[in-house]
């Protein structure tokens, strides 16, 4: 292990490389570098701050549930097996031989990452909360292994101390409308805890009135709201039932991620026909398709009256590979993004709501060709739309630049709404702000070089890009 | 007002930050910083040039007409109204305490404009123009008021001292077919006046035949050409009939703005039997459009034989909101662009007219999708075509950056038509030309630090961008 | 000639302006200039290497071929006649003193080239092959033409010569699957032959099963193959068996480039009842279509099993301008890029052979929408999927920064398939290549600036992209 590379971070990472546009980039970060976490989006589950249990073991930490850690390794040709996905409360998680085993894959294939933000991620927390000094490889990945092991052993690893040490102010949870949210509660009521974990209203597959189980997810509804759904008013009270429900929770936002991000409205009668035929099960495709939309427009007049920020994430092509979902499931890294339309979309609710003081609207995409056609256009003239950060795919350094270059011009800075981690990789929340961090560093410091801007509105617009925004946009 | 924070114009803003390529840069910028401005394509009335009367305050200069600015107002929950916009001819302009309020809302929201392109154009009127030396703020906004309102009411502020002041060689207005172009005549008339200021043929809702009141333009523009257009060949022989008196009145282009670029032709017999209904309002949707399409065929036609060069602008989805236009009317901000698509739309005008030597057919575009993919390709082939400049929401230094460089790799320069302020804020078009100026320099000087071009072809290629290009491009 | 612009090529051309970058970029460009080039796919005939006779002029060695040199020139004005387009072989080549006017009308327009790729290749070819000292123009035309013209008489100058000179390691021509690649077979049995020449299998228009002409062609592959295409399975048999002959010639790859990039799957009663209206003629478009599509998936099936390396350019609106292409025939420079969609068009294929370990599939683009939507995507999930170079109109040295960045912070490095030059302008290989490494080089190198990859990495990546993947992608 002598002759191991080793693993620095240099302290100007992603930093502008010209030395005088750098030196603007180095202030600006360090005003923001330590400022608290605001993550109003992200995929954490509360029971894991509600229990503090340790973690168990460095691939069910950072391999098994990481599909961006696991995709490129299938890309080359690893067996998503191989690395813990899809396994049934049954299996239970790898043993030891094979979480090691796994671990090794992973760091053997350690090239395989550069030029990618998922090496910036897991290197941020190999380095920096695991102490590691050398360069993963097929050589180092033992030793790597033992010590991240080691450091999990450790109350100073478990999820609530690490909460602190993230600086977090507040994480929000993306949770089932169904979800009684006992962990929440227990949090809430825990003494001993002093951290805001909230949760989110995400009703997408009770939307989808033609999928395959809605029915029963339609029941489910009843059973746990109290409110009859067997008619379309009896539905919508329902989910206003739970929305409300998660408000009392500390939801502030609801979110939704479906095939597109259309909104048209129906007349009351249709959706009351559509509705019945979906209870029946007799919904053609197209119908279903019909109300699901119509559905949305639901809940963007649901959001303006109750105030839970309506936060969309269209366009993906789930489960890509039907053999892999077949196999392993859902979410395991063969979803693909897919073109978006978001102003013919939204206008049923834009025209309704968009002006509205209570309505906000948050846009995602993973397809760029919208920034600047789009997103920013919209976020320009409406003012409860709100431009959201790149994500999934386009969360990367060159993808975040390209982001802040393209929105910007169009709807400045004020009109975005913050960073969202989106993430279930607890431990890499903290790198993913810093990356967001330091890349709003480099615009700015940009911007300043070229006399766009003056240095004490870079400052001030960072800090509020970093805190101050986020818990504006999202009611925090 | 002593801790104000500055105003001040660096002379090295917009250029690239690196200290090398800068140097190359301000000596291309310095080639062309004092040229004349040629502005093909516009939107400043040439009424205000033939009589010369001052401007009335700032807000109805600077704010009122200028949906840049009062759209990102909006979007930070600024209502219009406060703004002057969307006041009838009954209504009048601001008084002095509105127009002052409004004042004070641009300048309190100043931060919203952080990274925007209007920031630079306000910044170099307020410090070039009426020299202004403090930043606007809540603080400041009276000051700034009262040193803009004093400069307005000098002479050399009146719009010809600006023009010549501007060093403006010719000024495009964009005009409806029916106007009589009296002020463009009175222009011409007038010994007092040497500057060139040329009508432009915008004949868009005269095409949408399918849209409420085309029979009263189609009967207005009867009366105005003298020409039946009871009659398809009529209606073609009035449009013609209008163009050549466009052209008597020093015209060298007729733009066009539709939803999508489709030049489908019909053939005679059916373009003459929709022509039929559209005169009984018996169209449907689709056949307004189909004849709409062949219209533009027509258009381009027209265009081979009487030189107006073709400028297409399309793929707006015009007042997105509908309560907005309900309650201010069209050009307030809520334009929201849309998907277009060239090669397949324009496939019929290019066959027939594509090396026609008489037509000429400059390309804009809010897509940027299509810079790489289809303007350029079609531009570096078809000697009638050239690329547009970046438009309204592109019309920024990021989206002029990526434009040159997305399309000069496929056309070069010099099929590139050269900058088009397109404004109607009067008193911006030195600060958007000296914009476009610096990030040409910008460009030509990082190809020269590449070593992708010879310092002494980067000085020919900037002035001929500036100058020589656009006067041959739009015959000038 | 005193007073020409000299024609310099500098050695840190197209490296990064950055000082300490492009001392990086300088290290990593240095690592691989000299590797040889390794061409999996391109357009020069083997028979030029074969039968290696001397190029007969400057004019049909670097204009009329090249329609990248052509289409600009013609979209100046000039005539494609005179660049010796369209030419048949009983007319001939340009006699000598048209040669030498088409020769004249390039270097009068240089200027066009500005910006371009083009320029570059040229100064590339007359800089460094052929020893020109002076920048091209009207005055210095004759003078380099006599210097080519000279060079080209000298043994020297001779393909094989040039193919040593080039240091090409292999060169993938590209063929009908009906050729007899008696060139090939010809160089095969060549004992003063050490290179490698190996054909490619090119199925487009027999898979056009509703084209002009296509009966022909099936009856063609029915005697080439000597297996009967009268049926459905008769001709998948005959398409199989000209794939076995090109892989038993040295074939390591089958390129297609259709409208799309659909895969849909027939039934094989759909797909048999087709096929039988095909050889009738009676297949309406759709169903042309349709048969189509289902044959590029029998394509991939084939591909997975016999191993030919399926590269796919689709995507282009093959001869835009009619009349062009009436008068000159295809591939004249007026096909024009149109958009793409590949998640859904591949499914079929990628859901059948996605994880299949024979199966190699390589995506080009004239779309660059697509990068970061869903090429990298699909290649950073799919082992069996990889990243083709930035092609045709995106081979230039902006766009290929633009596709580093968009793809590798999604797949890395590692799954893209390395550069290629498609060309047929044999002189211009090398300095295609040579622009790919350099930009390659300056990608890494900003990397390593930014502290996101160290430099041993970065020198590690930039050989494997040079010659280890390519190899690899193309089983090489």
């Known amino acids: 292990m002598a002759t191991a590379a080793p693993l620095q971070l240099h302290p100007d990472r992603l930093l502008p490389a010209d030395p005088a546009v750098r030196d603007v980039a180095r202030r600006l970060h360090q005003r923001v570098r330590d400022l608290p976490v605001v993550s109003p989006h992200g995929h954490v589950p509360a029971a894991w701050l509600a229990d503090d249990t340790p973690f168990r073991d460095p691939t069910s930490l950072l391999i098994t549930p990481d599909h961006y850690v696991n995709r490129l390794l299938h890309s080359h040709g690893v067996d998503l097996a191989d690395l813990g996905v899809g396994r049934s ?11 090691r085993h796994a671990f090794r894959l992973l760091c053997s294939h350690w090239p395989a990452y550069r030029g990618t933000p998922v090496r910036f991620w897991l290197e941020a927390q190999l380095a920096e909360l695991f102490g590691v000094r050398v360069r993963p ?8 292994y033992d010590q991240v092991a080691a450091a999990l052993a450790d109350d100073a690893f478990r999820p ?7 600086r977090i102010e507040v994480l929000a949870t993306t949770d089932d409308p169904c979800d009684d949210l006992a962990a929440h509660r227990a949090l809430a009521e825990d003494p001993t805890w002093h951290g805001r974990v909230v949760p989110t209203f995400r009703p997408d597959k009770y939307l989808e009135v033609g999928a395959p189980g809605w029915t029963a997810l339609a029941d489910r509804l009843e059973e746990v709201s109290g409110v009859d759904t067997g008619t379309w008013p009896g539905f919508l009270a329902a989910l206003q039932n739970r929305r409300d429900y998660f408000r009392a929770h500390g939801a502030v936002s609801a979110d939704h991620s479906h095939a597109d991000a259309r909104t048209d409205k129906l007349t009351p009668i249709e959706a009351l ?4 035929l979906a209870r029946k099960g007799e919904l053609t495709a197209d119908e279903a398709t019909a109300l699901r939309r119509h559905l949305m427009w639901e809940m963007a007049r649901m959001s303006s009256e109750d105030g839970l920020v309506m936060t969309l994430h269209p ?9 892999t979902a077949g196999r392993f499931g859902h979410d395991v890294g063969c979803d693909i993004p897919r073109t978006v339309e978001f102003p013919s979309a939204l206008k049923p609710v834009l025209d309704d709501f968009g002006t509205h003081p209570g309505f906000r609207l948050v846009l995602f995409t993973l397809d760029e060709t919208t920034f600047s056609r789009e997103i920013a256009p919209l976020a320009g003239f409406y003012p409860s739309v709100f431009v959201g950060a790149p994500w999934w795919f386009l969360d990367a350094p060159d993808a975040i630049r390209r982001w802040r270059s393209t929105v910007s011009e169009t709807v400045g800075f004020a009109k975005t709404s913050g960073f969202i981690d989106d993430t279930r990789a607890f431990c890499s929340i903290p790198a993913r702000h810093d990356m967001a ?14 006399h766009r801007l003056d240095e004490d509105e870079a400052t001030e617009t960072i800090v509020e890009m970093t805190t101050t925004t986020p818990r504006k946009v999202f009611r925090l």
């Open 89 to 99: 409360e049954t299996d239970g998680p790898l043993d030891e031989a094979a979480s």
């Open 273 to 276: 026909d559509l509705y019945d």
């Open 137 to 144: 490889s097929a050589e180092t990945a033992d030793g790597i």
């Open 315 to 323: 366009g993906v092509h789930r489960d890509h590979h039907a053999p």
């Open 160 to 166: 609530r101390a690490l909460y602190d040490r993230f």
């Open 437 to 450: 961090r330091r890349l709003d560093a480099g615009h700015l410091a940009q911007l300043v070089a070229e």
